[in-house]
T-cell receptor, first 120, second 114 residues
């Protein structure tokens, strides 16, 4: 298994531009989480999906941020328009379906390698 | 909602010494507490976890303790080695249904000095 795949790994853009970050979860995982990592705030949960449905988006900082999961194998996080304070590393993580036994790793979040965003 | 505080933010220890990282959580309904290790340029990876019905769990050189009454839990690394240098995150999760979320602390940067 290739793990959780995120793209791009690095993105440098100018203020006001649209940014789209992409995530492919592990096949068979039905929960997907988007986190933002900064030095000051650590790992902040932005939004998470269960079976492609957004469950909690209370961590999305403002309307400039949006996330979609059109199918079980793909999710996007979009920032429009981007601002310098959005500069951070964005992580996607996935998890196997609830109901599996704990021994099968039912509680484990598997993270991607992250997308480092720099907004100038 | 849940809030997780983590201390210290940075920690330097000599190789062979022990390291302790502490976290507190706010929601008494949280029942699962994982610890993740993040190496440079990579995503966090689970290293150990504990459920609320257990007070302590060990895995070789690492251990986690949980005090439900005080709502705090700690990571203990013994006989530290240079490869233990990384950022460590604690987290708390509430619920056993399909709708739950993992709230992370702000991280501890551990440096093991050779």
């Amino acid at each position: 298994d290739a793990g959780v795949i995120q793209s791009p790994r690095h993105e440098v853009t100018e203020m006001g531009q649209e940014v789209t970050l992409r995530c492919k979860p592990i096949s068979g995982h039905n929960s997907l989480f988007w986190y933002r990592q900064t030095m000051m705030r650590g790992l902040e949960l932005l939004i998470y999906f269960n079976n492609n449905v957004p469950i909690d988006d209370s961590g999305m900082p403002e309307d400039r941020f949006s996330a979609k999961m059109p199918n079980a194998s793909f999710s996007t996080l979009k920032i429009q328009p981007s601002e310098p304070r959005d500069s951070a590393v964005y992580f996607c993580a996935s998890r196997i379906p609830y109901g599996r036994t704990e021994s099968s790793g039912a509680n484990v979040l598997t993270f991607g390698a992250g997308s480092r965003l720099t907004v100038l | 909602g849940e809030n997780v505080e983590q201390h210290p933010s940075t920690l330097s220890v000599q190789e062979g010494d022990s390291a302790v990282i502490k976290c507190t959580y706010s929601d008494s309904a949280s029942n699962y507490f994982p610890w993740y290790k993040q190496e440079l340029g990579k995503g966090p990876q689970l290293i150990i976890d504990i459920r609320s019905n257990v007070g302590e769990k060990k895995d070789q050189r690492i251990a986690v303790t949980l005090n439900k009454t005080a709502k705090h839990f700690s990571l203990h690394i013994t006989e530290t080695q240079p490869e233990d240098s990384a950022v460590y995150f604690c987290a708390a999760r509430k619920g056993d249904s399909g709708t739950y979320k993992y709230i992370f602390g702000t991280g501890t940067r551990l440096k093991v000095l050779a």
